[in-house]
């Protein structure tokens, strides 16, 4: 079953402090992942997609096949990155969709 | 200015009533989504529809209905035969099949039962 799990419903870390957002999937297919980020009283938006491996905000995120991981990074955290993040895996068999994670809501604590 | 209209934003509803979300986009995408947003369980699919005149049941279809008779409109129905129906919906859209996978989504409806 294609399935996402973000194990933490809440992380709580101090400013200037390393920030990791855990995510890990299921899907017998190739997996295409993204995270997805919702700041208080604004849309869902895209952070970052794992294709394009970029950088967003000082995010990245390694997709791990292996360990069939694609946690959400940032070296040094800041206050405007407390939101709710969700990572989610586009299906590609059959009908495309995206399937999410339950969300991690970040604190950062000045 | 391209994007995705949700509407009302707020909505009160009695028990044993229909309510109709709407949902417009205008950034010419051929896939649209309704998801239902709860504390702790995420984004759940509830329809999606990837052209006019099609759509999909998601993973809990139960309880609502869909109709996409233009490519633009997606409005979503919570029938009375929903149980649980108190909980914020979100519409997003996308250009399904390009390769670019992202989403576009919109700003919510919060319905409550009252």
């Known amino acids: 079953a294609q399935r996402v799990t973000q194990p933490e419903k809440l992380l709580s870390v101090f400013k200037g402090a390393p920030v990791e957002l855990k995510c890990n999937y299921s899907?017998?297919?190739?997996?295409?992942l993204f995270w997805y980020v919702q700041y208080s009283r604004q849309r869902l938006q895209l952070l970052l997609r794992?294709?394009s491996r970029e950088s967003i905000k000082g995010f990245t995120a390694d997709l791990n096949k292996g360990e069939t991981s694609f946690h959400l990074k940032k070296p040094f955290a800041q206050e405007e990155d407390s939101a709710m993040y969700y990572c989610?895996?586009?299906?590609?068999?059959?009908?495309?969709?995206?399937?999410f994670g339950q969300g991690t809501r970040l604190t950062i604590n000045p | 200015d391209g994007g995705i209209t949700q509407s009302p934003k707020y909505l009160f509803r009695k028990e044993g009533q229909n309510v109709t979300l709407s949902c417009e986009q205008n950034l010419n995408h051929d896939a649209m989504y309704w998801y239902r947003q709860d504390p702790g369980q995420g984004l759940r699919l509830i329809y999606y529809s990837q052209i006019v005149n099609d759509f999909q049941k998601g993973d809990i279809a139960e309880g609502y209905s869909v109709s996409r008779e233009k490519k633009e409109s997606f409005p979503l129905t919570v029938t009375s035969a929903q149980k649980n129906p108190t909980a914020f919906y979100l519409c997003?859209?996308?250009?399904?099949?390009?390769?670019?996978?992202?989403?576009?989504f919109g700003s919510g409806t919060r319905l409550t039962v009252v």
């Open positions: 997003a859209s996308s250009t399904a099949g390009t390769g670019d996978y992202g989403y576009t």
């Open positions: 989610a895996l586009f299906i590609i068999q059959g009908a495309q969709k995206l399937v």
């Open positions: 794992h294709i």
């Open positions: 899907y017998s297919g190739s997996p295409e």
